[in-house]
């Protein structure tokens, strides 16, 4: 059975950072893309990064850019997504995902404030 567990949301003023963790549980981590997803309320779930089984390839959404980078550390079984100048509009439930067999987080919020 595998399980993600998001950590590290909070609350920050804009142009602020926060580094988000994804703990894995279960077998093969290292065997899998992860993603980042996040959901603003009223607004569908976008996808906000994704990285390669082993790091070399990322790929990012265009509002995040240049702003977040999303990493891993297979030996760890974590996914992170370091968020830097943050945006009031980057506020949202953040999820990690494991496209494979579909596995969700429960989220972590992250809320930027003026």
């Known amino acids: 059975q595998v399980q993600l567990v998001e950590s590290g949301g909070g609350l920050v003023q804009a142009g602020g950072s926060l580094r988000l963790s994804c703990a894995a549980s279960g077998r093969l981590f290292a065997s899998y893309a992860m993603s980042w997803y996040r959901q603003a309320p009223g607004k569908e779930r976008e996808l906000v990064a994704t990285?390669?089984?082993?790091?070399?390839?990322?790929d990012y959404a265009d509002s995040v850019k240049g702003r977040f980078t999303i990493s891993r550390q297979n030996a760890k079984k974590t996914v992170y997504l370091q968020m830097n100048s943050l945006k009031l509009e980057d506020t949202a439930v953040y999820y990690c995902m494991r496209r494979v067999g579909s596995y969700w987080g429960q989220g972590t919020q992250v809320t930027v404030s003026s």
């Open positions: 990285i390669s089984i082993t790091g070399g390839s990322t």
